[in-house]
Protein backbone atom coordinates (compact mmCIF):
# COMPACT_ATOMS: atom_id res chain seq x y z
CA UNK A 1 0.00 0.00 0.00
CA UNK A 2 1.23 3.57 -0.97
CA UNK A 3 -0.03 7.17 -1.17
CA UNK A 4 -1.21 6.87 -4.55
CA UNK A 5 -2.67 3.09 -4.03
CA UNK A 6 -4.80 4.50 -1.01
CA UNK A 7 -5.42 8.05 -2.56
CA UNK A 8 -6.81 6.07 -5.81
CA UNK A 9 -9.40 4.31 -3.82
CA UNK A 10 -10.16 7.13 -1.90
CA UNK A 11 -11.11 9.02 -5.10
CA UNK A 12 -13.07 5.47 -6.43
CA UNK A 13 -15.18 5.80 -3.26
CA UNK A 14 -15.58 9.47 -3.34
CA UNK A 15 -17.28 8.98 -7.32
CA UNK A 16 -19.14 6.44 -6.31
CA UNK A 17 -20.92 8.21 -3.30
CA UNK A 18 -21.25 11.28 -5.33
CA UNK A 19 -23.60 9.20 -7.93
CA UNK A 20 -25.09 7.75 -5.52
CA UNK A 21 -26.29 10.84 -3.62
CA UNK A 22 -27.08 12.75 -6.46
CA UNK A 23 -29.44 9.94 -7.88
CA UNK A 24 -30.46 9.70 -3.82
CA UNK A 25 -31.31 13.60 -3.34
CA UNK A 26 -32.19 14.42 -6.69
CA UNK A 27 -34.84 11.85 -7.14
CA UNK A 28 -33.87 11.33 -10.33
CA UNK A 29 -31.37 9.38 -12.28
CA UNK A 30 -31.69 11.90 -15.45
CA UNK A 31 -28.28 12.14 -17.81
CA UNK A 32 -26.78 8.77 -16.35
CA UNK A 33 -26.05 5.86 -18.33
CA UNK A 34 -27.56 3.02 -16.42
CA UNK A 35 -25.68 0.53 -18.52
CA UNK A 36 -22.34 2.13 -17.77
CA UNK A 37 -23.45 1.32 -14.12
CA UNK A 38 -24.24 -2.35 -14.72
CA UNK A 39 -21.30 -2.86 -16.52
CA UNK A 40 -19.28 -1.68 -13.09
CA UNK A 41 -21.73 -3.87 -10.91
CA UNK A 42 -20.59 -7.01 -13.34
CA UNK A 43 -17.00 -5.47 -13.20
CA UNK A 44 -16.60 -5.91 -9.39
CA UNK A 45 -18.41 -9.16 -8.95
CA UNK A 46 -16.30 -10.74 -11.63
CA UNK A 47 -13.38 -9.33 -9.97
CA UNK A 48 -14.19 -9.77 -6.67
CA UNK A 49 -15.12 -13.74 -6.70
CA UNK A 50 -11.74 -14.08 -4.84
CA UNK A 51 -13.37 -12.88 -1.31
CA UNK A 52 -14.62 -16.77 -1.19
CA UNK A 53 -10.76 -17.90 -2.00
CA UNK A 54 -8.05 -15.96 -0.44
CA UNK A 55 -7.89 -13.47 2.39
CA UNK A 56 -5.12 -10.46 1.52
CA UNK A 57 -6.60 -7.89 4.37
CA UNK A 58 -8.99 -6.32 6.57
CA UNK A 59 -8.86 -3.21 3.83
CA UNK A 60 -9.52 -5.15 0.90
CA UNK A 61 -12.30 -7.41 2.32
CA UNK A 62 -13.97 -4.39 3.80
CA UNK A 63 -13.45 -1.84 0.16
CA UNK A 64 -14.30 -5.16 -1.88
CA UNK A 65 -17.74 -5.90 -0.10
CA UNK A 66 -18.38 -1.80 -0.03
CA UNK A 67 -17.57 -1.42 -3.88
CA UNK A 68 -20.00 -4.16 -4.69
CA UNK A 69 -23.20 -2.81 -2.52
CA UNK A 70 -23.02 0.68 -3.22
CA UNK A 71 -22.87 -0.81 -7.71
CA UNK A 72 -25.44 -2.57 -6.50
CA UNK A 73 -27.35 -0.14 -4.59
CA UNK A 74 -26.77 2.36 -7.56
CA UNK A 75 -27.90 -0.05 -10.07
CA UNK A 76 -31.43 -0.29 -8.47
CA UNK A 77 -31.67 2.85 -7.85
CA UNK A 78 -31.65 3.33 -11.33
CA UNK A 79 -33.64 0.22 -12.56
CA UNK A 80 -36.05 0.07 -10.15
CA UNK A 81 -36.74 2.71 -7.95
CA UNK A 82 -36.62 6.02 -9.72
CA UNK A 83 -36.90 4.20 -13.12
CA UNK A 84 -39.48 6.55 -14.33
CA UNK A 85 -36.77 9.26 -14.63
CA UNK A 86 -34.14 7.18 -15.90
CA UNK A 87 -33.49 8.48 -20.01
CA UNK A 88 -33.33 5.32 -21.68
CA UNK A 89 -33.84 6.42 -24.98
CA UNK A 90 -30.45 8.34 -24.53
CA UNK A 91 -28.90 5.58 -23.34
CA UNK A 92 -28.67 3.69 -26.24
CA UNK A 93 -24.87 2.20 -26.40
CA UNK A 94 -24.69 -1.33 -27.72
CA UNK A 95 -23.45 -3.13 -24.55
CA UNK A 96 -22.47 -6.02 -27.52
CA UNK A 97 -19.65 -3.81 -29.28
CA UNK A 98 -17.92 -3.89 -25.60
CA UNK A 99 -18.62 -7.57 -24.60
CA UNK A 100 -17.78 -9.43 -27.43
CA UNK A 101 -14.46 -8.29 -27.89
CA UNK A 102 -13.84 -8.10 -24.20
CA UNK A 103 -14.96 -11.10 -24.03
CA UNK A 104 -12.79 -13.10 -26.36
CA UNK A 105 -9.85 -10.79 -25.47
CA UNK A 106 -9.89 -12.27 -22.22
CA UNK A 107 -10.00 -15.82 -23.25
CA UNK A 108 -7.00 -15.28 -24.90
CA UNK A 109 -4.76 -12.87 -22.83
CA UNK A 110 -4.78 -14.05 -19.15
CA UNK A 111 -2.33 -15.37 -16.61
CA UNK A 112 -4.01 -18.65 -16.74
CA UNK A 113 -7.06 -20.74 -18.19
CA UNK A 114 -8.41 -20.78 -15.12
CA UNK A 115 -12.27 -19.79 -14.46
CA UNK A 116 -11.28 -16.84 -11.95
CA UNK A 117 -8.37 -16.00 -13.77
CA UNK A 118 -10.65 -15.51 -16.80
CA UNK A 119 -12.95 -13.44 -15.25
CA UNK A 120 -10.70 -11.36 -13.63
CA UNK A 121 -8.83 -10.62 -16.75
CA UNK A 122 -12.75 -9.91 -18.08
CA UNK A 123 -13.09 -7.08 -15.41
CA UNK A 124 -9.73 -5.36 -15.79
CA UNK A 125 -10.90 -4.80 -19.50
CA UNK A 126 -14.39 -4.18 -18.79
CA UNK A 127 -13.49 -1.54 -16.21
CA UNK A 128 -11.07 -0.19 -19.05
CA UNK A 129 -14.35 0.75 -21.13
CA UNK A 130 -17.14 0.60 -19.25
CA UNK A 131 -17.65 3.93 -18.79
CA UNK A 132 -18.07 4.73 -22.47
CA UNK A 133 -21.81 3.85 -22.53
CA UNK A 134 -21.96 7.39 -20.30
CA UNK A 135 -19.80 9.20 -22.50
CA UNK A 136 -22.02 8.73 -25.41
CA UNK A 137 -24.65 9.27 -23.91
CA UNK A 138 -23.26 12.87 -22.30
CA UNK A 139 -21.87 13.82 -26.60
CA UNK A 140 -25.43 12.62 -27.53
CA UNK A 141 -27.16 15.06 -25.71
CA UNK A 142 -24.47 17.54 -25.55
CA UNK A 143 -24.81 18.46 -22.06
CA UNK A 144 -23.84 17.01 -18.23
CA UNK A 145 -25.37 18.40 -15.14
CA UNK A 146 -21.77 19.51 -12.79
CA UNK A 147 -22.88 16.57 -10.67
CA UNK A 148 -22.29 14.01 -13.10
CA UNK A 149 -18.75 15.61 -14.44
CA UNK A 150 -18.07 15.96 -10.76
CA UNK A 151 -18.71 12.37 -10.57
CA UNK A 152 -16.52 11.47 -13.98
CA UNK A 153 -13.50 13.54 -12.77
CA UNK A 154 -13.47 11.11 -9.61
CA UNK A 155 -13.19 8.54 -11.61
CA UNK A 156 -10.80 9.73 -14.03
CA UNK A 157 -8.50 10.74 -11.06
CA UNK A 158 -8.37 7.22 -9.27
CA UNK A 159 -7.28 6.08 -12.72
CA UNK A 160 -4.34 8.37 -12.70
CA UNK A 161 -3.90 7.66 -9.50
CA UNK A 162 -3.44 4.14 -10.16
CA UNK A 163 -1.41 4.62 -12.65
CA UNK A 164 1.34 6.66 -9.91
CA UNK A 165 1.09 3.52 -7.97
CA UNK A 166 2.21 1.33 -10.39
CA UNK A 167 4.96 3.47 -11.09
CA UNK A 168 5.63 3.97 -7.45
CA UNK A 169 5.63 -0.23 -7.16
CA UNK A 170 7.93 -0.43 -10.03
CA UNK A 171 10.53 1.63 -8.77
CA UNK A 172 10.24 0.07 -5.06
CA UNK A 173 8.79 -3.23 -5.30
CA UNK A 174 9.69 -4.34 -9.12
CA UNK A 175 6.25 -4.80 -9.45
CA UNK A 176 4.52 -4.76 -12.53
CA UNK A 177 1.44 -5.96 -14.03
CA UNK A 178 1.19 -5.98 -17.52
CA UNK A 179 -2.71 -6.62 -18.13
CA UNK A 180 -4.00 -4.20 -15.67
CA UNK A 181 -1.39 -1.67 -16.38
CA UNK A 182 -1.87 -1.45 -20.13
CA UNK A 183 -5.56 -1.32 -19.99
CA UNK A 184 -5.48 1.30 -16.68
CA UNK A 185 -3.74 3.40 -19.27
CA UNK A 186 -5.97 2.82 -22.00
CA UNK A 187 -9.11 3.65 -19.50
CA UNK A 188 -7.10 6.87 -18.55
CA UNK A 189 -6.88 8.03 -21.93
CA UNK A 190 -10.97 7.88 -21.86
CA UNK A 191 -10.82 10.45 -19.70
CA UNK A 192 -8.52 13.04 -21.05
CA UNK A 193 -10.52 14.74 -23.25
CA UNK A 194 -13.30 14.51 -20.61
CA UNK A 195 -10.88 16.47 -17.94
CA UNK A 196 -9.86 18.89 -20.55
CA UNK A 197 -13.81 19.92 -20.94
CA UNK A 198 -14.40 19.90 -17.44
CA UNK A 199 -11.78 22.24 -16.47
CA UNK A 200 -12.06 24.94 -18.76
CA UNK A 201 -16.05 24.50 -18.76
CA UNK A 202 -17.15 23.75 -15.13
CA UNK A 203 -14.29 24.77 -13.11
CA UNK A 204 -13.95 28.42 -14.68
CA UNK A 205 -18.07 28.66 -15.62
CA UNK A 206 -20.43 27.34 -13.60
CA UNK A 207 -23.68 24.90 -14.07
CA UNK A 208 -23.73 22.22 -16.52
CA UNK A 209 -21.12 21.26 -18.84
CA UNK A 210 -22.07 22.00 -22.39
CA UNK A 211 -19.87 20.21 -25.63
CA UNK A 212 -18.90 22.84 -28.24
CA UNK B 1 6.35 -9.93 -9.82
CA UNK B 2 3.38 -11.15 -12.03
CA UNK B 3 0.08 -12.13 -12.10
CA UNK B 4 -1.67 -13.61 -8.64
CA UNK B 5 0.62 -10.67 -6.86
CA UNK B 6 -1.97 -7.97 -8.70
CA UNK B 7 -4.64 -9.18 -6.48
CA UNK B 8 -4.16 -7.11 -3.79
CA UNK B 9 -5.30 -4.03 -5.86
CA UNK B 10 -9.10 -3.23 -6.30
Known amino acids: MNIFRLAGDVCHLVAIIILLL ?3 RSRSCAGISGKSQVLFAIVFTTRYLDLFTVFISPYNTIMKVVFL ?4 ATV ?3 YMRFRNTFNSENDSFRLEFLLVPVIG ?6 YAFTPLEILWTFSIFLESVAIMPQLFMITKTGEAESITTHYLFFLG ?3 ALYI ?3 VWRYHTEGFFDQIAVVSGVVQTIFYIDFFYLYV ?3 LRGRGK ?3 P | IEGRETKDEL
Open chain 1, 157 to 159: LYR
Open chain 1, 200 to 202: TKV
Open chain 1, 164 to 166: ANW
Open chain 1, 69 to 72: ALSY
Open chain 1, 22 to 24: KIW
Open chain 1, 76 to 78: YLI
Open chain 1, 209 to 211: MTL
Open chain 1, 105 to 110: LSFLEN
